[in-house]
């Protein structure tokens, strides 16, 4: 059973950087791609940003350029660097992982797609 558990999150002023990780245990982690999915009460979870087995990356228009995603095979780990932060930002940061069988998947921001997910580890942005 895949298990996912965040850390870092916390409270920050606009504009400072915050980093989360995420560590992946229960299967082979290279066997998994990996994401960020953010949600504020009252609206669907959306997602954040993705990276395949082999690194390949995508994000939300919304953080592009300030948001880096990033994994450590080797550690069975997943980050986010998340700089110059916005109010915008504050939510529930969640983990999520999907299993990916074929040389490649779907480089997905549905969260109907993924199949595992953290308890999630919030963040706050005040202006």
């Known amino acids: 059973q895949v298990q996912l558990v965040e850390f870092g999150g916390g409270s920050v002023q606009t504009g400072e950087s915050l980093g989360l990780a995420c560590v992946h245990s229960?299967?082979?982690?290279?066997?998994?791609?990996m994401a960020w999915f953010r949600q504020v009460p009252g609206k669907e979870r959306e997602g954040v940003a993705i990276?395949?087995?082999?690194?390949?990356?995508n994000y939300a228009n919304s953080v592009k350029g300030r948001f880096t995603i990033s994994r450590d095979n080797a550690k069975n780990a997943l980050y986010l660097q998340m700089n110059s932060l916005k109010p915008e930002d504050t939510g529930m940061y969640y983990c999520?992982?999907?299993?990916?069988?074929?040389?490649?998947?779907?480089?997905?921001?549905?969260?109907?797609?993924?199949?595992?997910w953290g308890q999630g580890t919030q963040v706050t942005v005040s202006s």
């Open positions: 999520a992982a999907k299993p990916c069988y074929a040389s490649v998947c779907t480089l997905s921001m549905s969260p109907l797609n993924y199949d595992y």
């Open positions: 229960g299967a082979p982690f290279t066997m998994y791609y």
């Open positions: 990276i395949s087995r082999d690194h390949i990356t």
